[in-house]
């Protein structure tokens, strides 16, 4: 499909903006691509930097050299673009943005497992992330999320592999190194990112309840501070490995997940 347009003047909207989806963002950006995230209002990343929804309590965030910008509407979009960042909107259901911007490319990437509410007919080029979607009913491409052989494959018939709910082995662990509540409360980080840990050192507290390491490494991703949290909700991530550097850069994951949208959109608008 020619839209009449060069790649680099399609315009492409991104629900969510979390770090798979800043990892996707970043990627286009560095095409050369126009871009805009769209966020929640309260969002709860925990690989905080590398996420580009940070800019909704910061005002600016930067990730790995590429700087996104909270706005308050879609009319600053364009001033946004000419200063060489992305802009951000606090826009849940997108409906605002979608209607102002008219995009070419819709990329739902809130990895909710699920769909909530995006159609095929939303933009010329509807791409999801991970499970929930189906390719040829509610979007064109499908894009595989899952950690393993088929990481970043661009699925043009069909679904992604069906969510597990084991994260994924790095460094020979998956559940052990993620932080979780074991009660509702408050959530007080005692660490911060990038820090070295052992195994039981206290990582937060939740209220006045510790939240332990299962393993040495790093931190990798924390909640930010005074967030309410729920029991047995994901408020942490440590990278066994050790390589502080690793907390402060889009992960090979993300990367593979952004070359994978990539791919669709040549495949879509270069015939």
């Not at 769909?115 to 009913?137: E, Y």
């Not at 992604?160 to 409360?185: C, D, F, Q, S, W």
């Not at 990582?203 to 729920?230: C, H, Q, T």
Request: net charge positive; hydrophobic share 40%; charged share 30%.
């Amino acid at each position: 499909m020619k839209s009449g347009k060069r790649t680099d003047e399609l315009i492409i909207l991104i629900r969510g903006a979390g770090e798979m989806a800043s990892g996707v963002a970043h990627r286009l950006h560095q095409s050369h691509f126009k871009i805009c995230m769209v966020e929640i209002a309260q969002p709860l990343a925990v690989r905080r930097e590398v996420s580009f929804c940070e800019a909704i309590y910061d005002g600016e965030k930067e990730v790995e050299g590429v700087r996104a910008k909270l706005i308050s509407k879609p009319e600053q979009i364009q001033a946004v673009w000419r200063e060489g960042k992305i802009p951000l909107l606090i826009d849940p259901d997108l409906k605002k943005t979608k209607e102002f911007l008219k995009p070419d490319v819709l990329i739902d990437a809130i990895m909710a497992k699920r769909n909530l509410g995006t159609r095929i007919h939303d933009a010329s080029l509807v791409i999801g992330l991970g499970p929930g979607f189906t390719a040829g009913k509610d979007v064109h491409f499908v894009i595989e999320t899952n950690r393993g052989h088929f990481l970043g494959k661009v699925i043009q018939n069909g679904s992604a592999e069906a969510n597990t709910g084991v994260p994924g082995e790095i460094g020979g662990y998956t559940v052990e190194r993620v932080l979780r509540t074991l009660k509702k409360g408050v959530f007080h980080p005692q660490k911060s990112i990038g820090d070295r840990i052992t195994k039981g050192s206290v990582v937060a507290v939740v209220d006045d309840f510790p939240v332990i390491a299962g393993i040495s490494g790093v931190v990798r991703g924390l909640l930010r501070e005074g967030v309410e949290v729920k029991k047995g909700m994901k408020v942490g991530d440590i990278d066994p490995r050790g390589r502080r550097e690793f907390c402060f850069t889009i992960s090979e994951k993300a990367r593979a997940i952004g070359g994978g949208v990539l791919e669709a959109i040549l495949n879509r608008f270069n015939r």
